[in-house]
């Protein structure tokens, strides 16, 4: 027997039945990414349904120096959930862990274990009067543990940062089967380096989280939901400084290009553009406020007005409606489905420094349509955040292997484009197997060194996720 | 000639005059912690004026294998920045690293230099209408280095935050000599752990902090400071929920025992009791406001006034003006000043969770004075934070050794309480080398094993402040 069998088999005695999974039927969904790009394969999943099985079954695996994949939702952007395909590594689901242990209104914190649904903290933050304001679009299927893992960010990052901000404690089972208890909702602690925010973003590489402490903040009492449209992103950008200098109930600004809103027009069924008039940018904004007398539409459309009147903007409408709002975010988020549907894409997830990223999105795009002659490029998202998603399509005369053919050279000239206006190849879906050259690459390289060092400090049988994250 | 005498030949030839100090004299009074508690020696003081030259010397140090003590203001309370007795290291002081790099009230970011002095900061953020929100007492001699290397606390934590949630970036000379620049400015950067996390509460033993950019928030256009008596430090706690809960204006919660009042007023000239009557306890309430239109005296007036009527609070008074402010707040910082005047103290920076501190206050200190017959022992500060000064002063009767002969039996005593209380035994003033034997003692294993694993791999030669921080 091989040691990955030995595994297996010294598991199926610790372990309960249903934690063992072999069946290569049940297996198959989880060991490919969401999106079929990177296909792996496992011959076993183990789901522990608690930390202390967790850390039985890390130990086992060290024991037997065979790797795991930590996984929750295999939601991921960057296959750093899928195992190798030479069948090497068992995957380790954190489904099964899927209490929420307490969730407080009057400590504002939500201790959830890894294998949570974002969507089930939502509701349950709901019901005490709370919110957990990270949002994305797979939040019915992405778990906290993964957010975690990914430090991922999403559409309201803006008021309330990414999950790093949001994480006020981690419990996770180190690569020796030890456990780091990082739950003790300490609001000060300063002894030594902080191994929660070493393990945030980590990738599973440094250990598996097993359980977060998430903090609330009060509920949403009334949002209000507006589209505007702007010459350029600089004027987008002016347009958020404006809000922000009048009111703190701005939480959500995506900026959307005219291109990209006539293809979710042309493929999304049911869309419709929300303004009359043509502009060469949009913007979707929305404002929340968690106080019910608050007036949060009249005040949106107010400085909406006073915008238009400064010449901020050229146009803008308000949502009138719960329907309205949705339908304006429907747009938004059917962004990469509609560019799916008109042909080969390929995505980016840059940051710039905010100030920067409307000059970038422009000149970036033009230097990859003259250097790459045919293809579509555009810049849309997080324009707040200094974050967009840098989409270049293949054009209509495109081959079909264009992907395959093309996609690593413009890749890299993004990426290039990227290091050299100071920004980040990988603002918020981390590295996972797909980056890893790249971040090779680019490094930079003090802080390559530094992440091969920690990592092998803490794992030094490397069983935790590797290939994953450090080049 | 020995290493160290070899170091200081090269850097003298490497580096300009100024950068390296040898006179004894000037030499002395860095050697030593600010409360003269710990006495260290060395050579010489290198004192860089750029980061480029701070990595030269840290090359040069590595090469010949000597330690080095990064130093900001020397206002560590926990001797983290005081070299060793056998005089084998060198002082590496930040102090000529003063510029403030860039401040800007749009982005909202300052990035100062390690040697900058917190109040020079202050200033210079006031200056753009923006305010740099942490403080504390040694805000006109610690510097920005240090205040990020121990992740300090200070009296705005509750609104604001530690260090590790002001902090945009952090750019650091590592123990190969090696510049880690976090300085980008990218509010999205998921390119692997972060080492700005990591180097933040390090304590120099990671590398040496040579710049940080910072966070910064509107400027105060006014504040309100209160005085309230409360029955207990759990009333205190519930005037801090029923504050929150109607007003984010709250941004300082000082507790206040009356026995530290009476020797207050007893110790310090020209102080006096903020209420006529008698009250076991006392909180401290600020409250601030942006918006110079906002009555922000009226509003905590308000809302003491319902508290008093509800039975939360025995009676309040709002300070008329700002010199009375003045007068509230150096009640609360003359407290440690204080206890010195009236005899030996021994200090404890603890935290647990927020909602266990009234207890935890009450019950330890009657433990410890049962355990220690004649000594007295209350907790002060920072409830809201679930941060007190846990103090054990020397009774009527003590010897004049009773510091040194039942200090550490108490501390012992009192850190056992803490840790059963799930607590941390450095909430703010960081481990050094005064906290290193209890925090070897405590732990936790698994924390303690995480740190020096990557101590020993980012820092294999040990030249990083060794003897701090890593048990």
């Given amino acids: 027997m091989d040691a990955v069998a030995e595994l297996i088999s010294e598991a199926g005695q610790r372990l309960e039945p249903k934690a063992i999974i ?26 522990p349904s608690s930390t202390q099985e967790v850390a039985e079954f890390v130990r086992l695996a060290a024991e037997h120096r065979v790797p795991l994949v930590p996984q929750g939702g295999n939601t991921g952007m ?58 994305l679009g797979s939040r019915g299927s992405c778990t906290i543990g993964g957010l975690t893992s990914t430090n991922a960010g999403g559409t309201q990052v803006l008021k309330f940062g990414t999950m790093r901000s949001l994480v006020a404690g981690v419990e996770a089972v180190l690569p020796d089967g030890s456990i780091h208890d990082g739950l003790s909702g300490l609001k000060k602690d300063n002894r030594g380096y902080s191994l929660d925010q070493l393990l945030i973003g980590a990738e ?146 840059v940051s710039v420094a905010v100030a920067d990223m409307p000059r970038f999105i422009v000149e970036a795009a033009e230097q990859v349509e003259r250097a790459f002659p045919g293809v579509i490029a555009s810049g849309f998202g997080h324009l707040g955040d200094g974050n ?21 050279e413009i890749t890299r000239f993004v990426d290039d484009l990227v290091v050299a206006a100071g ?26 060194h530094a992440l091969r060092a920690i990592k092998h400090a803490l794992d030094p049988l490397g069983i935790m996720n590797p290939g994953k994250l450090v080049p």
Same sequence: chains 1, 2.
């Fill in 22 to 47: 072999t069946d290569p039927r049940e297996i198959e969904p989880w060991a490919a990414d969401w999106r079929g790009r990177v296909h792996g394969a496992t011959r076993a999943i183990i789901a």
């Fill in 78 to 135: 960057a296959a750093g959930a899928t195992p190798p395909p030479d069948g090497s590594a068992l995957l380790l689901s954190m489904r099964r862990m899927n209490r929420i242990r307490t969730i407080s209104a009057e400590n504002r914190v939500a201790i959830a274990e890894a294998g949570v649904v974002l969507a089930t903290l939502h509701d349950a933050a709901h019901e005490t009067g709370m919110r957990f304001p990270l949002t």
């Fill in 204 to 349: 599973g590489t440094l250990g598996v989280i097993t359980a977060v402490a998430l903090r609330l903040v009060p509920d949403i009492a009334a949002r209000a939901v507006a589209w505007a449209g702007v010459e350029s992103p600089q004027r987008a950008l002016d347009l958020l400084r404006f809000l922000e200098a009048r009111t703190n109930a701005v939480e959500g600004f995506e900026l959307v290009p005219e291109d990209s809103l006539r293809l979710v027009l042309k493929h999304i069924p049911g869309t419709r553009s929300p303004l009359a008039g043509e502009h060469r940018w949009h913007v979707l904004v929305e404002a929340t406020t968690a106080d019910a007398e608050h007036d949060i539409d009249a005040e949106l459309q107010r400085l909406l007005a006073a915008a238009l009147e400064q010449g901020i903007i050229g146009d803008a409408v308000l949502a009138a409606n719960e329907g309205q709002a949705e339908a304006f975010w429907k747009i938004r988020d059917a962004i990469s489905e509609a560019e799916r549907a008109e042909g080969q894409t390929l995505a980016h997830d």
């Fill in 388 to 408: 967009i998603h840098f989409h270049v399509r293949a054009g209509a005369h495109a081959a079909a292997d264009w992907y395959e053919r093309e996609g690593a």
């Fill in 423 to 448: 920004g980040s190849i990988s603002a918020e879906h981390g590295i996972g197997q797909l980056k890893l050259g790249e971040f090779a690459r680019l490094g930079p390289p003090a802080r390559v």
